[in-house]
């Protein structure tokens, strides 16, 4: 019962333009939303989060979107550079209970 | 500042071989977080501590997993026997203050049964 799913596990864009990695939940209790970055052979790093009273939320170059209604949340990178290739997961949390990740989509930014 | 600090790196064993791994939370953290991760089912918990206390273990596998903090710098994650579907990397977090407050992640250990 996968409850956060990421169904690209793979996204590939030029440098300069968008990214839009996307997240689907399925549990109505979720009321806060992060999304982790990780580079390989090193752990997730925190990147932004949302709670569930707001419906977007930004930090310089990255945006996170939440749609309550459709349980979808996404994250927009922009402009995209090289270095924001890693993988991506989402993660969502009811309040006070365990931290649910996505499987994570890895995004490739090409120069 | 030194971040999470988890052991070893990497791990091979042998199927049925008991393994351990080790976490150092960072100084003044009070919740610990055992992760694992594959590439089926992406990161999931498997147990976290709250002042060294288990306070959700429903994620750990099966009876052959189990996890102590015997003090607030110090936690383990022993696998006995092992299996080559336990094969993955583990991961180790910390944060002071739950599962909504950001946690920091150490590098992870790769664990390969064989």
């Known amino acids: 019962d996968q409850q956060v799913k990421q169904n690209s596990p793979s996204l590939s864009v030029q440098e300069g333009r968008i990214s839009i990695l996307n997240c689907d939940y399925t549990n109505s209790m979720f009321d806060y939303f992060l999304w982790y970055k990780k580079y390989p052979a090193e752990g997730p790093t925190f990147l932004i989060s949302i709670s569930s009273i707001k419906d977007k939320n930004e930090d310089g170059r990255f945006t996170v979107f939440l749609n309550k209604s459709a349980k979808h949340l996404s994250l927009h990178i922009v402009p995209s550079q090289p270095g924001d290739s890693a993988v991506y997961f989402c993660a969502a949390s009811a309040w006070r209970s365990r931290l649910t990740f996505g499987e994570g989509t890895q995004l490739t930014v090409n120069p | 500042d030194a971040g999470v600090i988890q052991s070893p790196r990497h791990e091979v064993t042998e199927m049925g071989q008991e393994v351990t791994l080790r976490c150092k939370p960072i100084s003044g953290h009070n919740s610990l977080f055992w992760y694992r991760q594959t590439m089926m089912r992406g990161l999931e918990l498997l147990i976290y501590?709250?002042?060294?206390?288990?306070?959700?273990d429903s994620g750990m596998p099966e009876d052959r997993f189990s996890a102590k903090m015997p003090n607030a710098s110090f936690s383990t994650l022993k696998i006995q026997p092992s299996e080559p579907r336990d094969s993955a990397v583990y991961f180790c977090?910390?944060?002071?203050?739950?599962?909504?407050?950001?946690?920091?992640f150490g590098p992870g250990t790769r664990l390969l049964v064989l």
């Open positions: 501590f709250n002042n060294n206390v288990p306070i959700d």
């Open positions: 977090a910390s944060n002071t203050g739950g599962t909504q407050e950001t946690q920091y």
